[in-house]
Nanobody
Framework: QVQLVESGGGLVQAGGSLRLSCAAS????????MAWFRQAPGKEREFVAI????????YYANSVKGRFTIAIGSAENTVFLQMNSLKPEDTAVYYC?????????????????WGQGTQVTVSS
């Protein structure tokens, strides 16, 4: 059974940092692009960041560029999202996702596997 399990969410003040983790199991994800999405109340799920397996490239939404960093862990089935300089508008449920597609894919329809999400709340 394929599972993606996120952890590391919580409540933080504006300007603070959090590190999200995603542990994937049930199959080998070494060829999958790994990404983070987020969904705020009343809004659609939106792309945050991706790391591609083919060349290790990273790509970020403009709203988080320079503040967030995505990285693959030493265990290939783990991925992290380091979030710095957090803002209240970063408040959302954050989801880890995996896609077998090559290159940078930012639409959620390209992702085959999803985690259950972890809540991030940034207070002002």
């Amino acid at each position: 059974q394929v599972q993606l399990v996120e952890s590391g969410g919580g409540l933080v003040q504006a300007g603070g940092s959090l590190r999200l983790s995603c542990a994937a199991s049930g199959r080998t994800f070494s060829s999958y692009a790994m990404a983070w999405f987020r969904q705020a109340p009343g809004k659609e799920r939106e792309f945050v960041a991706i790391v591609t397996r083919s060349d290790g490239n990273t790509y970020y939404a403009n709203s988080v560029k320079g503040r967030f960093t995505i990285a693959i862990g030493s265990a290939e089935n783990t991925v992290f999202l380091q979030m710095n300089s957090l803002k209240p508008e970063d408040t959302a449920v954050y989801y880890c996702a995996a896609s077998p597609r090559m290159g940078v894919v930012t639409h959620r329809s390209w992702y085959d596997y999803w985690g259950q999400g972890t809540q991030v709340t940034v207070s002002s």
